[in-house]
């Protein structure tokens, strides 16, 4: 298996624009999780899914920010318009949850690095 | 609720042990552990289960103390290879992360 796959990895806008991050989670994995990583506030969930529907977002910073899933296979998130304040690296993550729990390990792709100038 | 670990940072000789702690407000299903090397994604070391289950990396070894609401992870003999971050995690379905422990091993 490949792996959690992101794309891009790196990412450079101009503030204001629209991005869109992807990712594919590892197949039958049935829980993916978008995080943003900064050296000031570490590691944040930002929203997650089970079974392709949204279940907390309750960690997405503003309504600049969106997440979709349309398929299991599939993944994006997206900021617009975006400000300097956004640049960060971020993660998407897969695991294949039993009862609704975190009883397995998650995997992580290797990140999109996002810079906003 | 993000959970708190300690020390921030550590700095070891080769072949000398560590502890880092993670501790909860909340009551806890389950505890996840990561390491992350510099400009890397984090990988998975070990989860450890209210109930007692463990499973995890056979070198690696961490205990769960579900009353308390704390876990801690032991790194024995430090090899340079352990260098890095190591964040702890916790949640039902889905993982919250502390801020991380930093963890420097000098040859």
């Known amino acids: 298996d490949a792996g959690v796959i992101q794309s891009p990895r790196h990412e450079v806008t101009e503030m204001g624009q629209e991005v869109t991050l992807r990712c594919k989670p590892i197949s039958g994995h049935n829980s993916l999780f978008w995080y943003r990583q900064t050296m000031m506030r570490g590691l944040e969930l930002l929203i997650y899914?089970?079974?392709?529907?949204?279940?907390?977002d309750s960690g997405m910073p503003e309504d600049r920010f969106s997440a979709k899933m349309p398929n299991a296979s599939f993944s994006t998130l997206k900021i617009q318009p975006s400000e300097p304040r956004d640049s960060a690296v971020y993660f998407c993550?897969?695991?294949?949850?039993?009862?609704?729990?975190?009883?397995?390990?998650?995997?992580f792709g290797q990140g999109t690095r996002l810079t906003v100038v | 609720q993000q959970p708190v670990q300690s020390p921030q940072a550590v700095i070891l000789r080769e072949g000398e042990d560590a502890v880092i702690n993670c501790s909860s407000s909340k009551a806890l299903y389950s505890v996840h552990w990561y390491r992350q090397k510099h400009g890397e994604a984090p990988v998975f070391l070990m989860i450890?289960?209210?109930?007692?289950e463990q499973k995890g990396h056979e070198k690696i070894s961490a205990s769960f103390n579900e009353k308390k609401q704390q876990s801690s992870l032991y790194l024995t003999a430090s090899q340079l290879s352990y260098s890095g971050t190591y964040f702890c995690?916790?949640?039902?379905?889905?993982?919250?992360f502390g801020k991380g422990t930093r963890l420097h091993i000098l040859p």
């Open positions: 995690g916790t949640g039902d379905d889905k993982i919250i």
């Open positions: 450890l289960l209210k109930g007692g």
């Open positions: 899914f089970n079974n392709n529907v949204p279940i907390d």
């Open positions: 993550a897969s695991s294949r949850q039993g009862s609704g729990r975190m009883n397995t390990e998650a995997f």
